[in-house]
């Protein structure tokens, strides 16, 4: 991170999703909230929890509504005895189209160091902010900022997520060793949900059950990153299919139908959708006695998943729930202050590292180059673009080549082609470049991202004296001709807030937008 505090290990950080914290950390913050939870409720002094610096300003910007976060957060900041800020969106230069980026720029030069609690529904708006704001804060003698997610678009919500995991502790007795979890309703937009698949790594063994109508489902990258992290998981469409078989969870964690970021054509079958995810009075005697059900709230007034006859049953953890989010983030803002933490002995979070791994230099066999029987004619000294979009079909083939020529400009004397490959008869094309004689490591970086798999040739003296096989690298960042493509991300063009773009390298050859996490077909990040 490279702006941690002496004592603390988590000085100065922000918390954009779950993994800003490792395990280790998370389990600190659990441990930290559940000794805080006991001294309030015995009547003990919690001074070692408090900051009690009027200097220090926390901002609450919510661009988007809410209740329970941005109160349990202003109470947070209240025991902490520090300023707190509710910026007013309404009435703010957002509506001048200032940019965020520059709204919190400003909002930097007031305290001496500040926290920013910030809800959008643009999706990775506070990696971007930490990204963006450190190096301006050093500029004006500001300790740099933390940013804490109070829940970005349908993307993530790391502190519901840590009162969330905090209330299943509490209910398994601080057990850590299993968990079975049914998921139900509206999964696909439901940030709460999302963030589960990492903040349920707390436990050892985890079970998941999706209980959710097509509409509703968990998008397919969530679900693989469940199955990634080990979790067991089963789908059903409604709570009807799910009672019918035996096997229940003994935590059901509900969400709300999140109408306001449906389109119309699922909007329509609404009324639908609910009854599947609707608790029902009949489904009540399928519950084992040790059953739990949570919700992150609100719940629907007129038609809630969880109906109202259900609140006074011990059934409802939820309102519990809703009071811890109080107590986590108190230990949040410490934590994140430098207050807690000096103590802290796990294994902390690990900065990924890149490494160059995507040339590869091959052993070059047959020095003397191809003699092609349509089209290129051998190069006497230059370069050779070989198995672009190898195993293709012969459209995307060409296809292919004109990416990759448009992207790195190769506007030379050159030829190109679609061509069978020597070993199988898999379609390539090749690009061959009289004109050039090397590429600097951006334009290899570039070629490996646009063509994974291509082979490049240096030929001098009519032979091949070099051969490289490149593959996906595993960062691309710092150019023009990429962008993130979910228009919900901070770094989509479309927003106007001059994001950088990064993307980084996932499993299944695809590519992560550094901001919302969304994954993208390596083809589909190049704008050209
Ligand atoms: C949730 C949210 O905003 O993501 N609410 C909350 O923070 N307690 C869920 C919701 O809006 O339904």
């Not at 800020?85 to 930097?108: H, P, Q, R």
């Not at 436990?203 to 209980?211: G, H, Y």
């Not at 691309?476 to 001059?498: G, M, T, W």
């Amino acid at each position: 991170m490279g702006k941690e505090g002496e004592g603390s290990p988590f000085e100065g950080r922000s918390l954009t999703v779950v993994n800003d914290f490792s395990i280790d950390e998370q389990l600190y913050l659990y441990e930290q909230t559940r000794e805080l939870k006991r001294a309030l409720g015995a009547g003990e002094d919690v001074g070692r929890f408090a900051i009690n610096e009027p200097s220090m300003g926390l901002y609450l910007i919510f661009l988007e509504d809410s209740t329970r976060t941005k109160e349990s957060f202003r109470n947070a900041a209240l025991f902490h005895g520090v300023k707190v800020n509710d910026f007013n969106v309404a009435g703010s230069s957002f509506n001048k189209m200032e940019s965020v980026t520059d709204t919190i720029k400003m909002l930097t030069g007031y305290s001496e160091r500040s926290v920013f609690v910030v809800r959008s529904k643009l999706e990775g708006t506070c990696r971007w902010l930490d990204d963006a704001i450190g190096a301006y804060a050093a500029r004006i003698g500001r300790k740099a900022p933390s940013f804490i997610n109070a829940g970005d678009g349908k993307h993530e919500h790391p502190t519901q997520e840590f009162l969330d995991e905090f209330s299943f502790l509490e209910q398994k007795r601080w057990d850590r060793s299993a968990i079975h979890l049914a998921l139900v309703g509206d999964l696909a937009h439901g940030r709460t949900v999302h963030s589960k698949a990492d903040g349920l790594r707390i436990f050892k063994s985890v079970r998941v059950d999706l209980v959710a109508p097509r509409e509703l489902a968990l998008p397919a990258h969530y679900a693989e990153r469940m199955a990634h992290n080990g979790f067991g998981v089963r789908q059903f469409d409604s709570i009807e299919d799910y009672v019918s078989q035996g096997d229940l969870a003994d935590v059901w964690y509900f969400t709300r139908l999140q109408l306001e970021r449906m389109g119309e054509e699922v909007l329509e079958k609404a009324p639908l959708l609910r009854r599947a995810v609707t608790f029902r009075r009949e489904f009540l005697d399928k519950l084992g006695p040790e059953t739990r059900f949570y919700h992150p709230l609100p719940r629907h007034r007129e038609a809630p998943e969880i109906p109202s006859f259900l609140d006074d049953l011990p059934l409802n953890a939820w309102d519990f729930q809703s009071i811890n989010g109080y107590y986590t983030r108190i230990v949040e803002i410490a934590m994140l202050q430098g207050k807690l933490g000096a103590d802290f002995s796990g294994e902390p979070k690990r900065q990924p590292v890149y490494t160059d791994d995507f040339v590869e230099e091959v052993e070059v066999r047959q020095t003397k180059a191809h003699d092609y029987k349509v089209g290129i004619k051998p190069v006497e000294n230059g370069i050779v673009i070989d198995h672009i979009g190898r195993g293709e079909n012969i459209a995307r083939t060409w296809d292919h080549i004109d990416k990759v020529r448009r992207i790195m400009k190769l506007n030379y004397r050159s030829s190109h082609g679609v061509y069978h490959s020597s070993s199988d008869s898999m379609y390539k094309g090749i690009v061959s470049l009289p004109d050039i004689l090397s590429f600097d490591e951006r334009q290899i970086k570039m070629l490996a991202a646009v063509a994974p798999g291509c082979t490049l040739n240096m030929i001098a003296g009519s032979r091949v004296r070099k051969k490289y096989r490149l593959h996906m690298p595993p960062r691309i960042y710092n150019l023009s001709v990429i962008s993130c493509k979910n228009d919900a991300c901070i770094s989509n063009p479309r927003h106007f807030e001059q994001v950088r773009q990064e993307f980084y390298r996932a499993e299944k050859s695809s590519f992560v937008c550094r901001y919302c996490e969304r994954p993208h077909d390596f083809g589909e990040i190049w704008d050209l």
